[in-house]
């Protein structure tokens, strides 16, 4: 775990034990969403559109902002290098040959690794019916969910459709987890807490031959 994560041995155990006890996710994915969290909302690592800049590997003066230092910036227990080195195996950043660290993905999404993605998906599935259910048993649902359904479209449009899909939904995305962030970095210790997860997603496959037009379509549940 220690050569993985770049987390100190003896810290390595203790996250061990805490996962053990707890039976949260990883240590290491809380903390790789934590630092791009930041990556993705705090100065000094926003650009001048409000977007991640890309970052020098190593910062090229003191107090300058790069990979490194951000990754200081959320713990110390972390070596840098060791989480350039998992989140360019994950697919989560690119670093070409001057040294400047990209982030591909707007948010800790893994596009390989197989434990990292596991988690993301039993955890999505998991609340998305634990929503689905709520609302069952409601005649006021309490929780958001919905989707926009057509079952006979041109397999030419959907392409375009399913960029929409992503630009909209990361959108809703960033706002929401902008609005939580600050929230939390704002609201004192102590009273009851609550855990949220807001999400989307897009899916389509082949229609049935048989199915044109349906009175389905367009609709909103």
């Not at 989480?83 to 993905?105: A, K, N, T």
Request: negative net charge; aromatic residues 6%; glycine residues 8%.
């Amino acid at each position: 775990m220690s050569l993985l994560t770049g987390i100190h041995r003896r810290e390595a155990k203790r996250i061990r034990e805490q996962d053990a006890v707890e039976g949260g996710p990883p240590y290491s994915i809380t903390l790789g969403a934590q630092i791009v969290a930041r990556w993705m909302g705090e100065a000094p690592w926003l650009d001048a559109d409000g977007k991640p800049r890309v970052l020098p590997r190593e910062a090229p003066e003191p107090g300058a902002a790069s990979f490194h230092e951000l990754v200081r910036s959320v713990s110390v227990d972390l070596h840098p290098r060791s989480v350039l080195d998992e989140w360019l195996r994950l697919g989560l950043v690119d670093c070409g040959d001057d040294d400047r660290v990209h982030l591909r993905s707007a948010g800790f999404v893994p596009a390989k690794g197989f434990d990292e993605k596991a988690h993301f998906i039993g955890r999505n599935v998991r609340d998305h019916m634990n929503a689905a259910f709520a609302n069952l048993d409601s005649d006021d649902p309490p929780f958001l969910e919905r989707s926009a359904s057509y079952h006979s479209l041109p397999a030419e449009s959907v392409a375009d459709l399913s960029r929409l899909a992503r630009e909209a939904g990361q959108e809703a995305l960033v706002r929401v987890n902008d609005r939580a962030r600050t929230i939390k970095q704002k609201s004192p210790s102590g009273g009851e807490r609550r855990r949220i997860n807001f999400g989307v997603y897009f899916y389509e496959e082949e229609a049935p031959r048989d199915e044109e037009d349906q009175a389905s379509d367009g609709r909103d549940d």
